[in-house]
Structure formats: C-alpha cells, structure tokens
C-alpha cells in the first residue's frame, strides 16, 4: 500500500519506453518553465521560488508518488490563499504553512484518507475552482494593461476599483506585447503541438521588448536579479503564535493540494487504462510539501495540464516526472541570468489563459441546471471565494452541502398511518401489503420509510401528535429503515413513555439488523421487551391479538410469553 509506484514498476521498464519517458520529460520540463515563474510571482514571491518548488516538489512527487504520470509543481489553485498568507505573515509564514500543510498530507495518507477525498461534493469543488479562476483573471488585469499602481488590494472589489482609479496610467506597448502573448499561446498549437505555446511567447516577446526598446515591466526591473542556484536547505523561523495562526490556512492547502492532485491522478488513471494509490500519493505530496520550503519553495501538489502533457508525450511511468525536474534545473543553472528580461505582461497573458482553463465555465453552466440544493452550494462556494475568503468558501460550502444532504435524506423518510382509511394507499400488489392483512380493532399501524435519522425525527414526532388517542396497541413497521441514529432511538424512547402514559402497548415490525443491534446498545430492547420486537408484519399481528386477547381476560401483557418469530429478520416486512 506505502510502496512508490516508481519501485512497483522499474522491473517492467524497457528501453523504448524509457526513450519516451525521458523525451516526455524534457518537453514538460520545457511547458512547466513559464508556468512556475508566473505561478510564484502571482502569489507574491520571486519567480526563483517557483522553479526551485518545480525542481525539488516535482522530483520528490515522482519519485514517491502513486501515480505512474504524475507531474507535480505549484499550480494555479494555490495562488489566492498563498497571496493572502504572504500579505499577512510574509514569506516565512508561507513557508512555515506550506510545512505544516506537508504534515497534514502526509498524517491523510498514513491515515488511508486518499479515497475519503471523493466525498468532497463536485458542486463545492466547481465552485471554489471557478472562483480562484476568476481571482487568478484580475489579479493580472494590472500587468496585461501596464498600469501604474503602488499596491494592488488584496480584496476582489478594491482590486478592481484601484484598476478603474489608474486606467489613465494605461500602457499600450504593455498592452500590445500581452496582447501579442495570448494570440500566440491560443493560436501556436494550430502550427505546432510538440513546441510549448508558452515558451514560444516568452521568447518572441522578450526578443521584441530588447529589440524595440519597449517601456515594459520585465521580471529584472520588478525583482531584479533570478538566481541561478539551488539555495542550501533551512528551517523557516518557527514561533508558536505564527503557528497558532497559520493552522486553517494550512489546512487549506492541504486540502486543496489533496483534492488537485488526486483528481489529476484519477484523470491521469483514465488516459493510460492505469490505477493510482492514493494514499501513497497523498504521502508523496506530503513530503514534498515539506522539502520544498527548506530550499525556498512554495506548495506543489499534481497539476492536471502537466501531466496531461506528460501522458500525450508518451510519458508512461514517473521516470518522465523526475526527468522533468532535472529539465528544469538545468534550465535554470544555465539560463537563469537570461529568464530576468521576461515581460511581466507575458507572464500575465500565460495566467490569464490558465485562469480561463481552470474556470471550468461549460461545467459551471451546466451545473446551473442541476437541482437547487447543488446550485446553492455551487453559486454560495464560488461568491464566497471571489468576495471573501478561500478558506472560508470551503468551510461553508461543505458545511452547506452537508446540510442541504441530510433536508434531501429527511425528505426521503416518510411517517404515516396505513391502517383505517389510508391502508388503500399502499401499493395492493405488494404481498407484505397492509391491505392483505386484517387488523384488529384497537390496533393502529405506523410505517416508517427512509433512514430514522435526526434529520428526520421530527416528522415522526409530527406524526404521532397527529394521531390524538392512541389505541390499545401501536404497531411501529421498520422494513424500509435500514439504519437509525442516536435521535430516531430517542423519539422512539419518548414515543415508549408516550405509549406508557396512555396504556398503549408498542409493537415494532420488521426491525433489520442494524436498527435491531442499536436497540439493544441503547437499552430499548428490554425496556420495549423482547417480546414485541419482530422480524415481519404477520408476527407483530399474531402478537397484538393475543395481547387484545389477554386485555379481555384482564391478564397482564406478557402473560403469554411469545409468538413463532425469529429474533432477527429473515425476510422484513
């Protein structure tokens, strides 16, 4: 379960697909050179810090991840909570939160919380990711159009009323070279799909920004100088209040780190006909997580455009990961000096498509269509990215779809009477039917359908004030209630006391076996007495006339020990 796909497959590897492999890996190590530059300065660090994540994350992911095509390195869906973290507590509180994001990771994956992940609602996972794309969108806004701004707010209303302020700052040679960079990145892939569109932009727009002399921001005239080493390892400064702190945040990015690299694993799973351990993925990502910030680095996890790369590139075992990797450190040994004059509005025009591909917007829209439960979820989780808060819009978008989970499971669960002038409401073709049997005067018959759940407790509370004087005899049918919690026992335990009060003896029918396991833990099956408790509708009946019976002999109600029943159900109804 905790062994690295790369040791499961090595005796396997032939000489062919190693060819491909490293092939595969230079050409991603090429496509992840621009992206990890614009993805470190996006969430307010030096570029350096992106391709030093890229290096030592990617490495580390393919090198002990689960996948076999994994490619890992920052990615876009970090950008606004890391932005926020270095706003509040500089670099070194990202650092420390990345650690502890790390952690985090890999206590899920020791934890075997890998497939537990799919249970984070689709709706919840739309949401946010649209809504980081759009954040991603106008946070670029400033570079694309050259405008003049000291800093740029971190909240998404200011953002955009400090860029109305400063439009007369307009730059046209920075709009023109943006401009010229996201032409050629939508339209190079119809010339050539082996050459990275990216880097084909970054180099024809730095070659006509040095040529022609252009007033355009360059990553030298905004951070000066890209280092061309890996710095040696050090811890962040660790205190106690900072930690305190950073622990949601934290938690974010591992979350988020999780969620992007699993399903980029499980997407990955479908073009290559392969399976991936999530677990040891979710291990692999942690450990990275961890490293990368002792070189300087930001959070990585799997990146779901890198490594569909990876895979149409004939990349098919982590041998291509780890080569892109050591690409991208030789690129950055030998040709960081010259990565400086890079255009900043280039970069922006590279984000500005990957926001674009990352806001999903077919899948928004269809989603729109979806029940209005999913569509609360949907339009709350991305309002809540976009205008508050990443963290935030998880926390309440989970919480709220939980919610709207169990309105939707309460309305599955129904109460009613079938005897008297009801019972023509069953369905006569079913044999265990209430309309096939007769029931004795002084007996009334409740069905219960659905899971007996807190969320649904009051519907059967509802029901029995309903109801008025009860009968001598209350028979409770459970066949459609396949489990209960701690309420549904409660209000059975207070409709019990209910039915003492008014001398009414309660029958339950149909009990299935997890239902029948929680009376006994909870003390109701001797306090109803085994004797009442039945596996179908026929022994409960065979029961309540002879408890009529013995009412009419003036005898006590366990005078007559049992009916022929079976403890536990054999064929519920």
């Known amino acids: 379960m905790f062994i690295p796909k790369l040791f499961t497959i090595l005796p396997e590897l032939d000489r062919d697909q190693l060819g491909r492999d490293i092939v595969s890996g230079i050409l991603v190590g090429i496509v992840a050179l621009p992206l990890a530059i614009a993805f470190a300065i996006a969430s307010g660090v030096s570029p350096e810090k992106g391709l030093i994540s890229a290096v030592v994350g990617g490495f580390i992911i393919s090198l002990l991840g689960g996948s076999r095509v994994q490619i ?67 946070s670029q806004v400033k570079d694309i159009l050259g405008l003049t701004i000291a800093r740029v707010p971190a909240d998404f209303i200011d953002k955009w009323a400090a860029y109305a302020h400063a439009l007369p700052s307009f730059s046209q040679p920075s709009f023109l070279i943006g ?13 050539s799909k082996k050459i990275p569109g990216p880097l084909v932009a970054i180099i024809a727009t730095t070659v006509a920004v040095q040529l022609l002399h252009l007033q355009v921001d360059t990553i030298a005239t ?38 992007e690299a699993l399903l980029s ?74 990565a400086k004059l890079i255009p900043m509005p280039t970069l922006a025009a590279i984000l500005i498509v990957v926001s674009w591909n990352m806001s999903e917007h077919h899948v928004f829209r269809q989603l729109l269509k979806s029940p209005r439960s999913d569509v609360i979820v949907l339009v709350t989780t991305f309002g809540l990215t976009v205008l ?11 919480l709220l779809a939980v919610i709207l989970f169990m309105q939707r499971m309460a309305g599955m669960t129904n109460v009613g009477v079938v005897t008297g002038e009801l019972k023509d409401e069953e369905d006569k073709d079913d044999p265990n039917a209430i309309v096939t049997r007769r029931i004795p005067d002084g007996v009334e018959v409740f069905e219960i359908s659905g899971p007996f759940f807190f969320g649904a407790a009051s519907k059967f509370k509802d029901a029995m004030h309903i109801v008025g004087k009860s009968a001598s005899i209350r028979i409770i049918r459970m066949r459609k209630v396949l489990s209960i919690d701690a309420t549904g026992l409660n209000m059975i335990r207070e409709m019990l006391a209910d039915c003492k009060k008014t001398h009414t003896t309660l029958i339950l029918s149909g009990v299935h076996v997890q239902p029948l396991f929680a009376l006994q833990q909870y003390g109701l099956e001797e306090e109803i007495g085994e004797e009442n408790i039945f596996g179908n509708i026929d022994d ?12 009419k002999q003036g005898r006590p109600a366990n005078f007559v020990p049992s009916v022929s029943r079976e403890k536990e159900p054999h064929n519920p109804s």
């Open 540 to 551: 409960a009946l065979d029961r309540s006339r002879q408890l009529l019976g013995l009412q």
């Open 222 to 259: 905004r951070f000066g100088e890209i280092p061309s080493t890996l710095p040696p390892p050090a811890m962040p400064s660790l205190d106690f209040a900072t930690v305190k702190n950073l622990i949601m945040p934290a938690t974010t990015i591992a979350m988020l780190g999780a969620i």
């Open 265 to 338: 694993a499980v997407v990955s799973d479908g073009m290559i006909g392969s399976r991936h351990k999530s677990n040891m993925e979710l291990i692999a990502q942690g450990v990275a997580n961890i490293v990368s910030p002792l070189f300087g680095g930001i959070p990585v996890t799997g990146a779901i455009a890198r490594t569909a790369t990876n895979v149409k590139n004939g990349g098919r075992t982590p041998i291509a990961g780890i080569v892109h990797a050591i690409t991208l450190l030789c690129i950055m040994l030998i040709f960081g000096p010259w």
């Open 72 to 138: 890992g390195g920052p990615t876009g869906a970090f950008i606004v909570i890391l932005y926020g973290i270095v706003e509040h507590y500089g670099v070194n509180g990202l650092m420390i939160a990345t650690l502890m994001a790390g952690v985090i990771l890999v206590i899920m994956g020791v934890a075997q919380f890998g497939s537990l992940i799919k249970f984070i609602p689709y709706p919840v996972i739309v949401g946010f990711t649209s809504g980081i794309a759009v954040i991603i969108f106008s």
């Open 179 to 191: 401009m010229a960079a996201l032409l050629i990145i939508v339209f190079w892939p119809k010339v």
């Open 388 to 398: 508050i808060d990443l963290t935030v819009a998880i926390e309440v978008g989970m």
